[in-house]
């Protein structure tokens, strides 16, 4: 028998994302996403509910995050559901549920995003999920002060 843990959430960033590293060197990076979607209720009028999703990315895609995600910015990202479970401060019990990235797609093209220099145009896609490399798109004209695709090093 199969199974499948899947998660695709396209929204925009709670929260910078903030990157740290293990003992054993490898990066880490947390950040949040919301997502939102309308209705209309039982009285036809329209409503909106925002669901909030933790993402946690490692390795190369945590520095990626890190260096062009802040804010604000609208992403897709893509990875699997994990549940972690700990005894909080107060001895209780406690669990999160989060996103472990996989990959992340910028899809906004707005400038750069907050506590970073310049970024690349929106649509920037990084996969780390497997062994190929990154999928770039072709390299588009950007103003001098933003950074070029093929100055980044990945």
Not at 27 to 36: E, L, R
Not at 128 to 138: D, I, L, V
């Amino acid at each position: 028998m199969y199974s499948l843990n899947r998660a695709q959430v396209i929204g925009n960033l709670t929260r910078d994302p903030e990157l740290r590293t293990t003992a054993s060197g490898q990066s880490v990076v947390n950040f949040g996403v919301a997502t939102n979607r309308q209705f209309k209720d039982a009285s036809g009028a329209k409503q909106e509910q925002v669901e909030f999703h933790n993402v946690v990315a490692w390795g190369k895609l945590a520095d990626i995050c890190s260096q062009y995600l802040g804010k604000g910015r609208k992403v897709f990202i893509e990875g699997r559901l994990q549940t972690r479970e700990w005894d909080g401060q107060d001895g209780a019990k406690r669990k999160s549920t989060e996103i472990v990235a996989e990959s992340m797609i910028m899809l906004d093209k707005s400038g750069a995003p907050t506590g970073a220099g310049g970024a690349s145009a929106g649509g920037d896609s990084f996969d780390m999920g497997g062994s190929a490399p990154a999928t770039m798109p072709a390299p588009s004209p950007a103003p001098i002060d933003e950074i070029q695709l093929e100055d980044i090093p990945f």
